[in-house]
Nanobody, 111 residues
Framework: QVRLVESGGGLVQPGGSLRLSCAAS????????MGWYRQAPGKERDLIAT???????NYAESVKGRFTISRVNAKNTVYLEMNSLKPEDTAVYYC?????WGQGTQVTVSS
């Protein structure tokens, strides 16, 4: 069983930046694809970015050009760099890998 713990959420003004981190732990784990989802109040949980172990990335259109996903395999950690944040980016952000979810971290974009 892989345990995922997110950090780095918070309150930021429109146009600002945040960096989310997700650390994975578990005995003898070798992580495959990882990703970030987000869920706004009253909405479904949406996939926004994925990264393979080799570093191939994919993004939802809504964040393409503003968000960057990256990982450090030696640290079992995945990151989400978020720039040019908009109020509509406000959501709980969840880290994912096959079979596991993090607990989520709140990102609020507001002036």
């Amino acid at each position: 069983q892989v345990r995922l713990v997110e950090s780095g959420g918070g309150l930021v003004q429109p146009g600002g930046s945040l960096r989310l981190s997700c650390a994975a732990s578990g005995s003898g784990i070798i992580l495959g694809a990882m990703g970030w989802y987000r869920q706004a109040p009253g909405k479904e949980r949406d996939l926004i970015a994925t990264i393979t172990r080799a570093g191939t990335t994919n993004y939802a259109e809504s964040v393409k050009g503003r968000f960057t996903i990256s990982r450090v395999n030696a640290k079992n950690t995945v990151y989400l760099e978020m720039n040019s944040l908009k109020p509509e980016d406000t959501a709980v952000y969840y880290c994912w890998t096959t079979g596991s979810w993090g607990q989520g971290t709140q990102v609020t974009v507001s002036s």
